[in-house]
DNA sequence: AACTTTAAATTGGCTTGACCAAATGTCGCA
DNA sequence: TGCGACATTTGGTCAAGCCAATTTAAAGTT
C-alpha cells in the first residue's frame, strides 16, 4: 500500500526514525537542510514543513545560522512495543475503559436510550448507503452508552479518545482508509452491542465491546 | 517590541487570532492559500509552515484541492472541566477505570514491578508513621499499575483522574482530611491489592481496587 | 425538466532557484 | 598569543511555476 499522507508527514516519520535508530543521538546535530533534503529526496520546503512537525512535537531544535539539533531522545515505554503504534495504543485504551463502563451502562440502560440508539445505528446505515462517513454517527454512538453511566468524566473519557482517532496528529501517523466494508463491520458489531444492551446482559455487552474495539483497531491498522 | 520568532509562529497566531475574533468560526473555510498570504504579506511557503503548525494544534483542517477549515473553536487541551463535578463521580469514574486496568496489569506483571511496589508500600507507610501525608506514594502506587501495562494513554488517564482530585478546584469543594487512620485504612487497601497482584489474580485484584477507591471516595465525602 | 457526463476553474501539494540574515569558522595582523 | 575583519556555513524567506485533487459549471442525454 502506498502512503498518501503529505510529503510532510512521511518525512517527519523518516527523521523520526533516524533518530529511533540511534543514527542521530540526542544532542547531535543533523545535516543541513539542504543536504538532508537532498539525502531524502525531498525539496527543502518540504523537508522544512517536517521539521516544524518535529520541533512542534519536541523532537528536534532548530536554531538559525547553527544547525538542527535532536532534543530528548527519551523514549516511551520500556517494551519492545516500539515505534509510532500510537493507533494500536489508542484503540486498546478504548477496548479496556469502554468495556469497563458498557457494564455499568447495561445496568441503568432505559428503554429510552436504546430508543435513541437504535436511531444513531438507522443513521448510521443511511450514512454508509449514501457513501458517506458516518463518523458522527459513530461517535453518538459511544457518546450516548458512556453517558448513560450519568458520570461526565467517564463521558469525557470517551469522548477525548474517540477525538484523538481523528485528529490531525494521529492522522498524520496512518491515514484512515474507512472504506464502506469497514464501516458496515463496525455497524454489524454496533448491532450486537445494542442486541446485548437491549437484554440486560452486562458481561455479553461488555465482550461484544470489546470485540468491536479491537476489530476496529485491526482495521484501522491493516488498510 | 518587536517578534523576534520565526515568520511562521507569528502568522499561526495571526490566524489563531482571526479565529478567535471571529473573523471566522467553527466550520468557516479560510481564504486559498495564495490569497491568504498575500493577505498576511508573507509568501506562500511560509503561510504553509503556519498552516501545518495550526493543523497540528488542531485548529484547522487542510483539505486537498478543497481547502482549508476552521476546525472545533472550542479548546479543551487538558482540563476542560471543573463543573458538574462530585467528588463521588471523580472516586467512580476511577474505580470503573482503574479496575478495568488492573486486570491488564495482573496479566503482565513482572517479579520486578512487583518489588516497586512493595517498595511504594514501605515508603507509604513510612509517611504515615512520621504523620507526613503519603500522597506521592499513593500516586505512585496506582500510576506504577497503569504503566505495567504498556500503554500511555492509560497512563495519562489514571494520572489525570489523580491530579484531579487534588487540584485546587475539588479540594475547594471539600477540604481534605485525611486523618492518619484513613491513610492507614488506604495502606491496608492498597496491600490487599498488591496480594493479589502477586497471586496473578486479575479477578481478586479488580475487587480489591473497586473495593479501595469506593472506599476511598466514601472517606473523602465523610470527612 | 431532471439527471448524467464532461470540461473548465479553483485549490492545495510540491519543486526549483535565488537572496537575505544569523552563526560560525578562518586567517591575518598586532 | 590574542583579537578583529572577512568568508563560509546554515537557517529564513520569497518568487514563480507545474501537478493533482476537488469543486463548479456547462453541455449533453433521457
Known amino acids: 500500500m502506498t502512503d498518501t499522507r503529505r510529503l510532510y508527514q512521511q518525512t517527519a516519520d523518516r527523521v523520526r526514525q533516524l533518530i529511533a535508530t540511534g543514527e542521530y543521538q540526542s544532542g547531535a546535530r543533523l545535516p543541513a537542510e539542504r543536504e538532508l533534503a537532498q539525502q531524502l529526496g525531498v525539496s527543502r520546503p518540504s523537508l522544512r514543513e517536517a521539521l516544524i512537525a518535529l520541533e512542534i512535537d519536541g ?3 532548530i536554531r538559525m545560522g547553527s544547525g538542527i539539533y535532536v532534543l530528548n531522545t527519551s ?22 475503559i469502554e468495556s469497563a463502563i458498557i457494564v455499568q451502562a447495561a445496568a441503568a440502560m432505559t428503554e429510552e436510550t436504546l430508543a435513541t440508539l437504535r436511531a444513531t445505528l438507522e443513521a448510521m446505515a443511511d450514512d454508509i448507503a449514501n457513501a458517506r462517513k458516518p463518523i458522527e454517527q459513530d461517535r453518538a454512538f459511544h457518546l450516548i452508552i458512556a453517558e448513560s453511566t450519568g458520570n461526565t468524566l467517564l463521558v469525557e473519557i470517551v469522548e477525548n479518545l474517540f477525538d484523538e482517532r481523528h485528529s490531525p496528529m494521529t492522522a498524520g501517523i496512518r491515514g484512515h482508509f474507512e472504506t464502506t466494508e469497514s464501516w458496515t463491520s463496525a455497524l454489524t458489531e454496533h448491532h450486537a452491542i445494542l442486541a446485548a444492551l437491549e437484554a440486560r446482559d452486562p458481561l455479553a455487552a461488555q465482550a461484544a465491546m470489546h470485540s468491536h474495539l479491537t476489530a476496529s483497531g485491526r482495521r484501522w491498522l491493516e488498510n
Not at 523514549?75 to 479496556?96: D, F, I, T
Open 59 to 61: 523532537t528536534i531544535e
Open 75 to 96: 523514549k516511551p515505554s520500556g517494551n519492545g512495543r516500539s515505534l509510532g503504534e500510537s493507533p494500536s495504543e489508542l484503540m486498546q485504551a478504548r477496548a479496556v
